[in-house]
């Protein structure tokens, strides 16, 4: 999977559309240290500084038409390498696009996809919580962070390669 990576960008997901639109491989990855227009279900804001895992990734044509399934399927991959990584931290999937630790946010999911007569491209934008201290006090009660219930900074490249690697794994399998 090819990475292009930004330092601070407006958001992953828009970029991503962008680039699959215009002919950019799938399984490109669109990684961004910060975002400051990050976006969930809604057209909700993702509080999106320096230290969390921020991404989306262009995937190829399938004929899954709906995309909540493919939100799903990331909450699944995300919540069982947050498990994998953390014996301590119990994730929970809350449906259709985020995990949670503690009734927390940790994780927001967003799949769009760009149709024309049929569905042309899609991508899925994770915004998980990793290395982040602390949230603004209106997300305080709200959202938490790996670093904060684990007490430590983690590796975002380690958490991004699991994630990738079995998003396309199960991504493969399901898809015909």
């Known amino acids: 999977m090819a990475i292009i990576k930004y330092k601070k960008i407006k958001s992953t997901n828009l970029k991503a559309k962008q680039l699959g639109k215009n002919g950019v491989k799938p399984w490109t990855v669109v990684l961004a240290d910060s975002q400051i227009g990050g976006y969930g279900r809604k057209g909700e804001r993702w ?19 709906d995309a909540q399934i493919l ?16 014996q301590n931290i119990e994730p929970l999937i809350k449906l259709p696009n985020d995990v949670l630790i503690k009734d927390k946010k940790v994780c927001g999911i967003l799949t769009e996809n760009i149709i024309g007569e049929d569905v042309k491209l899609s991508v899925m934008g ?12 209106e997300l305080k009660n709200q959202a938490t962070s790996i670093k ?29």
Do not use: C, D, M, W
């Open 47 to 65: 509080f999106s500084p320096k230290g969390g895992l921020y991404f989306s990734i262009i995937l190829p044509k399938t004929n899954i038409e």
């Open 71 to 86: 939100t799903i399927l990331a909450a699944f991959v995300v919540a069982r390498v947050i498990k994998e990584n953390f």
């Open 126 to 137: 994770i915004g998980l919580n990793t290395n982040i201290s602390a949230f603004p006090k």
């Open 148 to 176: 904060i219930e684990e007490g430590k900074n983690i590796s975002n490249k380690k958490i991004l390669n699991q994630i990738l690697k079995l998003i396309k794994e199960y991504f493969q399998s399901i898809s015909v």
